[in-house]
């Protein structure tokens, strides 16, 4: 009977915790190659949830190039970026990004510092 309890209360827990917490779209990418000449290689669309920032967060991998990033709408239109390496996570203003509508991040590699392609993985939200 105090299994019982103890696992009632602690389902309570949880699911008050979440009644209360915003979740954000994220979207992932893995084994993107990317280089510095020619276009960017784009993530799939996601749904700007709110009026905060949107992130981008690279998973730490081996290398060390700068990435840039930049949130783009179904238009083509740059309505957010940031430039990050590997390892690190970079919170950028979407001042012209609305809630409500599906944007996408596109990605290159930063410098010509040779090489060719890079090979990253993360994740992002578009805010």
Avoid at 3 to 14: G, P, T, Y
Avoid at 40 to 60: I, W, Y
Avoid at 86 to 107: D, I
């Amino acid at each position: 009977m105090k299994k019982k309890i103890i696992s009632f209360l602690a389902l309570s827990v949880i699911t008050l915790g979440l009644g209360n917490t915003a979740f954000a779209t994220i979207g992932e990418f893995s084994n993107f190659q990317v280089k510095y000449s020619g276009s960017e290689r784009f993530t799939s669309f996601e749904t700007k949830e709110d009026t905060g920032n949107g992130a981008v967060n690279l998973s730490n991998d081996t290398g060390t190039a700068w990435i840039t990033a930049n949130m783009r709408n179904s238009a083509g239109d740059h309505r957010g970026g940031a430039k990050l390496q590997r390892g690190t996570r970079v919170e950028f203003k979407t001042p012209k990004a609305l809630p409500g509508y599906t944007y996408r991040l596109g990605l290159k590699k930063t410098n010509n510092t040779g090489g060719g392609v890079v090979t990253i993985k993360g994740s992002w939200k578009p805010g």
